[in-house]
C-alpha cells in the first residue's frame, strides 16, 4: 500500500528527484553527462515495446495548483533512452483512484543528452496522486502535493527568502563563486537580498555545474544566460553555487538559506518578491524561453 512515507523515500531511487545533495558533490559526476548509462537511438524513433518512467521531479516540495512533473523513460534494463514518443499520454489519478487530469506532455530536451517530457495540470488539493502513461509498464508512478505550510521550499505564492549570497566583489568564503566551465556567468553582480530589495521582478538559480549529478545544471544555467538577454534592464538574475569548495564537500549558504534538499532550482519572482513561478531539475531552452516570458509578461 503506498503512503505518504513511501513515496518520500522512494523518490531518492529516482534521477533527479530528492536527490541528496551531498551524491551531487561527486566530482566523478560530469555536469555534460547524462544521469546514467543512455541507451543510444534517433530521437524521432519510437520506444521499446517495454519502457518504464524515470521520476525527475521531486516528491518533497510539490504543493497544489499548478503543477509539473518532468519524467524520462528507460527500458525494462534500466538503460535511460534517447528515444521516445512526439507525446506522451495517460492520466493522473487520486488515491481512490478517480482521474483527475488527462496527460499530454512534448518530448523536449534539445541540447541534453536524454530527453524528458514536462507532465503539467492544475490539481487543487493535497494528497497522494499517481501517474500512468500509455505503454509504461510497472506500476502507476506516484506523487505527493503537500500543503504549502509543510513545504520548506518557497513554492508559487510565497516570499523569497533572501540572503547575502555570493558577488564578484566579495566571495563570502564561497571558492568558485561560479562552477561554469567558461568562467563565472552574469548573475554574481548583487546579492540575493540586494536584488530583492531593488524592486524589479527577481530570477534566482540555485545549480553547481561542476558537481551536478543529474547533468542537468550546466546545460540549465546556459539555458538562462541566453534567455535572460531580453530582462536584463528590468530583471535581476541571481545565480548561487550549492558547494563552498572545489572539492564539492562544503555545502554554500543557498542551501541552508532555502532548506534545499535537491538542484537545480530556478524561482521567479514579482516586483515585491513573492514567487510567481518556479521550475526543478530539468529544463530546455524551449520550456525556459515560455516560462520566463509568462512570468515575467
Known amino acids: 500500500m503506498l503512503t505518504r512515507r513511501t513515496v ?8 533527479g528527484s530528492s536527490a541528496l545533495l551531498a551524491a551531487c ?29 524515470v521520476q525527475r521531479y521531486t516528491n518533497t516540495s510539490l504543493a497544489p495548483g499548478d503543477i509539473r512533473l518532468a519524467v ?12 521516445g514518443p512526439d507525446v506522451l499520454t495517460g492520466v493522473i489519478r487520486d488515491e481512490k483512484g478517480a482521474e483527475v487530469a488527462a496527460i499530454a506532455a512534448e518530448r523536449r530536451g534539445l541540447g541534453q ?3 524528458y517530457w514536462s507532465i503539467t495540470a492544475t490539481i487543487a488539493k493535497s494528497g497522494l496522486y499517481d501517474l500512468t502513461v500509455d505503454g509504461a509498464i510497472g506500476d502507476p508512478t506516484p506523487f505527493l502535493l503537500f ?6 521550499i518557497p513554492s508559487v505564492g510565497a516570499a523569497l527568502p533572501g540572503f547575502d549570497s555570493p558577488t564578484t566583489s566579495d566571495a563570502r568564503g564561497v571558492d568558485p563563486i561560479c562552477t561554469r566551465t ?7 553582480e548583487v546579492t ?13 538559480i540555485v545549480g553547481t555545474p561542476a558537481h551536478c549529478s543529474t547533468g542537468t545544471c550546466a546545460p540549465g544555467l546556459e539555458f538562462l544566460i541566453e534567455a535572460s538577454k531580453p530582462y536584463v534592464d528590468t530583471v535581476t538574475f541571481v545565480h548561487a ?3 563552498a569548495n572545489p572539492e564539492g564537500t562544503e555545502l554554500a549558504p543557498a542551501v541552508n538559506a532555502l532548506a534545499l534538499d535537491y538542484e537545480p532550482l530556478i524561482w521567479v519572482t514579482d516586483a515585491a518578491g513573492i514567487v510567481t513561478s518556479r521550475i526543478d531539475i530539468v529544463w530546455d531552452a524551449d520550456e525556459l524561453t515560455a516560462l520566463l516570458a509568462a512570468a515575467l509578461s
Open 147 to 152: 500543503d504549502p505550510g509543510e513545504i520548506a
Open 182 to 188: 567558461d568562467g563565472p556567468c552574469p548573475f554574481h
Open 241 to 243: 553555487e550549492v558547494y
Open 72 to 83: 524520462s523513460l528507460a527500458g525494462a534494463d534500466g538503460s535511460l533512452l534517447t528515444t
Open 192 to 204: 540575493l537580498n540586494e536584488a530583492l530589495a531593488a524592486g524589479k521582478p527577481v530570477v534566482y
Open 113 to 115: 543528452a536524454v530527453p
Open 25 to 53: 558533490g561527486d566530482s566523478a559526476a560530469d555536469s555534460n553527462s547524462s544521469p546514467a548509462t543512455a541507451t543510444p537511438s534517433s530521437a524521432s524513433a519510437p520506444p521499446p515495446q517495454q519502457f518504464v518512467l
Open 8 to 15: 518520500v523515500v522512494g523518490a531518492a531511487a529516482f534521477v
